[in-house]
């Protein structure tokens, strides 16, 4: 290291207790006083600081700092610039002294790591004991077993594995621990059991608080010295929350060891059942059913495993890759949102969907150009909502009538067609039936679509308003003790029209 440079030497303070005081950094603080070296606290709130004032170790703080900026980013920005100014123009060495280990959750640090070497300055850094030594020496458990720190201020579900211990830093009050909580109770039970520990090591000082998760914001006394400890959990409750678990368990099915009729599978064999699952989950957002919803989104999501296991077997791909395509895609074709692009309206977003669609099949070396316009509607769609996006993507190059009026006199120019094919022999017209009438269903989509009403939801809704007006038939027979065979069409049509006005409608 070049001498003639300026020079940060970070030390590391410790846990608060002096006894944990390394002997190295307490020989450079001592010298402090004899030369020429300005030393500076990142914080005066730290049991250590009373030595120092012992021994007429002169420093300053950069207490200050945490008032003058309103996030903590800006603090530690603001130490960072600071030191680096005081070392240039100082000419001699800068001593910062924080509070445990300098590399172990202290941004600051990692500020300096990065800018000292475009500054030209020599960076030294002095470990110290981290607060995680107390942790695992107070709270007890051996972190080879599996282990995580994380930040209480940015922590997220999507970090918290239950199969790990975890200590939490950066509990600075009761609202930080509020907000812990509620991240915490998406991934454990309610009275999961977790642990408080206040100023760990510190004589006279140190407390350790067992408390169901859901108290955790009760307990007093957090501070720059508390931690909260989520132990590993030994059960398999909170594991049925994460997606390794279901991972898990479909290879289980699919093993050896597994179920008969899982390992049997193909894609071909579960063809009916994804599409059977499928339509269940739309059943329930009929329904307005939100348990039963959840219920029918994981058979449906069961599917979508089974399929990747499937391929995961013969080394093609995994869910994960499944998962990591798919994130790729919503980044990629969202630029409005992940990107420098912007979109209006939904609309706006439409139209810069589809091209970055297109620019994706330009660079696979599909000429788009020599691709139908009716190219991408799925060969299996249900036959009205496959009509639908035939219509929608011939509209798009004009291929499309002006005005309801003209749609409309489509209709019963089809229906006069079929009226046609009815009145001659079956044995002679079948197909021209069949043909006929499916040109009546498509002309009936098109009305749909000029009216902006999805065909399939349109017949859902009268498939669920006939079979609650039927259901009161079948009800007013009953309560007279009456069978079909006993009843004739007039009587079930006084029905009818009775359950038309006295049936309330589900309008969903």
């Given at each position: 290291?070049?001498?003639?440079?300026?020079?940060?030497?970070?030390?590391?303070?410790?846990?608060?207790?002096?006894?944990?005081?390394?002997?190295?950094?307490?020989?450079?603080?001592?010298?402090?006083?004899?030369?020429?070296?300005?030393?500076?606290?990142?914080?005066?709130?730290?049991?250590?600081?009373?030595?120092?004032?012992?021994?007429?170790?002169?420093?300053?703080?950069?207490?200050?700092?945490?008032?003058?900026?309103?996030?903590?980013?800006?603090?530690?920005?603001?130490?960072?610039?600071?030191?680096?100014?005081?070392?240039?123009?100082?000419?001699?060495?800068?001593?910062?002294?924080?509070?445990?280990?300098?590399?172990?959750?202290?941004?600051?640090?990692?500020?300096?790591?990065?800018?000292?070497?475009?500054?030209?300055?020599?960076?030294?850094?002095?470990?110290?004991?981290?607060?995680?030594?107390?942790?695992?020496?107070?709270?007890?458990?051996?972190?080879?077993?599996?282990?995580?720190?994380?930040?209480?201020?940015?922590?997220?579900?999507?970090?918290?594995?239950?199969?790990?211990?975890?200590?939490?830093?950066?509990?600075?009050?009761?609202?930080?621990?509020?907000?812990?909580?509620?991240?915490?109770?998406?991934?454990?039970?309610?009275?999961?059991?977790?642990?408080?520990?206040?100023?760990?090591?510190?004589?006279?000082?140190?407390?350790?608080?067992?408390?169901?998760?859901?108290?955790?914001?009760?307990?007093?006394?957090?501070?720059?010295?508390?931690?909260?400890?989520?132990?590993?959990?030994?059960?398999?409750?909170?594991?049925?929350?994460?997606?390794?678990?279901?991972?898990?368990?479909?290879?289980?099915?699919?093993?050896?060891?597994?179920?008969?009729?899982?390992?049997?599978?193909?894609?071909?064999?579960?063809?009916?059942?994804?599409?059977?699952?499928?339509?269940?989950?739309?059943?329930?957002?009929?329904e307005d059913d939100p348990d039963h919803m959840c219920e029918e989104l994981g058979?449906?999501?069961?599917?979508?495993?089974?399929?990747?296991?499937?391929?995961?077997?013969?080394?093609?791909?995994?869910?994960?890759?499944?998962?990591?395509?798919?994130?790729?895609?919503?980044?990629?074709?969202?630029?409005?949102?992940?990107?420098?692009?912007?979109?209006?309206?939904?609309?706006?977003?439409?139209?810069?969907?589809?091209?970055?669609?297109?620019?994706?099949?330009?660079?696979?070396?599909?000429?788009?150009?020599?691709?139908?316009?009716?190219?991408?509607?799925?060969?299996?769609?249900?036959?009205?909502?496959?009509?639908?996006?035939?219509?929608?993507?011939?509209?798009?190059?004009?291929?499309?009538?002006?005005?309801?009026?003209?749609?409309?006199?489509?209709?019963?120019?089809?229906?006069?067609?079929?009226?046609?094919?009815?009145?001659?022999?079956?044995?002679?017209?079948?197909?021209?039936?069949?043909?006929?009438?499916?040109?009546?269903?498509?002309?009936?989509?098109?009305?749909?679509?000029?009216?902006?009403?999805?065909p399939e939801e349109a017949l859902a809704h009268t498939n669920r308003k006939f079979?609650?007006?039927?259901?009161?038939?079948?009800?007013?027979?009953?309560?007279?003790?009456?069978?079909?065979?006993?009843?004739?069409?007039?009587?079930?049509?006084?029905?009818?029209?009775?359950?038309?006005?006295?049936?309330?409608?589900?309008?969903?």
């Amino acid at each position: 290291m070049s001498t003639s440079n300026p020079r940060i030497t970070v030390l590391g303070l410790g846990t608060g207790d002096e006894d944990q005081l390394t002997l190295g950094v307490w020989k450079k603080l001592q010298l402090t006083a004899k030369s020429q070296a300005k030393l500076f606290l990142r914080t005066k709130d730290h049991p250590m600081v009373h030595l120092l004032d012992a021994n007429a170790i002169p420093y300053e703080t950069f207490d200050a700092n945490y008032m003058s900026n309103e996030s903590f980013e800006g603090v530690y920005e603001s130490i960072a610039a600071e030191l680096i100014k005081t070392a240039k123009n100082q000419g001699t060495e800068v001593l910062y002294a924080v509070p445990g280990h300098p590399m172990v959750a202290e941004y600051t640090v990692q500020l300096l790591k990065q800018r000292c070497p475009s500054e030209g300055i020599d960076l030294q850094i002095t470990g110290g004991e981290s607060f995680l030594d107390q942790a695992f020496l107070r709270f007890g458990f051996d972190p080879i077993d599996g282990f995580q720190l994380l930040d209480a201020t940015s922590i997220s579900r999507y970090a918290l594995n239950p199969q790990l211990h975890t200590v939490i830093g950066q509990v600075y009050d009761t609202y930080t621990a509020s907000d812990l909580k509620i991240s915490l109770m998406e991934s454990y039970p309610d009275e999961y059991r977790v642990v408080v520990g206040h100023a760990l090591g510190v004589a006279g000082q140190e407390q350790i608080i067992e408390v169901p998760l859901h108290e955790l914001d009760h307990v007093k006394g957090y501070g720059n010295l508390s931690l909260v400890w989520v132990p590993r959990s030994e059960g398999q409750e909170t594991y049925y929350r994460t997606f390794g678990k279901l991972h898990e368990i479909v290879q289980t099915l699919r093993s050896p060891e597994g179920c008969p009729w899982d390992r049997e599978q193909t894609h071909e064999s579960l063809r009916k059942n994804l599409i059977e699952e499928a339509y269940e989950v739309l059943e329930t957002i009929d329904e307005d059913d939100p348990d039963h919803m959840c219920e029918e989104l994981g058979d449906l999501l069961l599917q979508v495993m089974l399929h990747a296991q499937i391929e995961e077997e013969i080394g093609t791909f995994s869910v994960y890759d499944v998962i990591a395509t798919l994130n790729e895609k919503l980044i990629r074709r969202h630029p409005h949102v992940f990107g420098d692009s912007s979109a209006e309206d939904a609309d706006e977003a439409l139209v810069n969907w589809n091209a970055i669609k297109a620019e994706e099949k330009r660079k696979k070396g599909i000429d788009v150009t020599k691709q139908s316009v009716l190219d991408g509607v799925p060969r299996e769609l249900p036959g009205l909502m496959k009509a639908m996006k035939l219509q929608k993507k011939a509209a798009v190059v004009g291929f499309d009538w002006t005005d309801l009026d003209d749609v409309l006199a489509k209709v019963e120019e089809e229906l006069a067609e079929l009226r046609e094919a009815i009145v001659k022999p079956a044995e002679e017209s079948a197909q021209e039936r069949r043909d006929e009438l499916g040109d009546v269903l498509f002309s009936i989509v098109n009305v749909a679509r000029f009216l902006k009403v999805d065909p399939e939801e349109a017949l859902a809704h009268t498939n669920r308003k006939f079979i609650q007006r039927f259901s009161y038939i079948e009800e007013q027979l009953r309560l007279k003790g009456r069978s079909f065979e006993q009843t004739g069409l007039s009587e079930m049509e006084v029905y009818w029209q009775e359950a038309k006005k006295v049936v309330k409608l589900d309008q969903r």
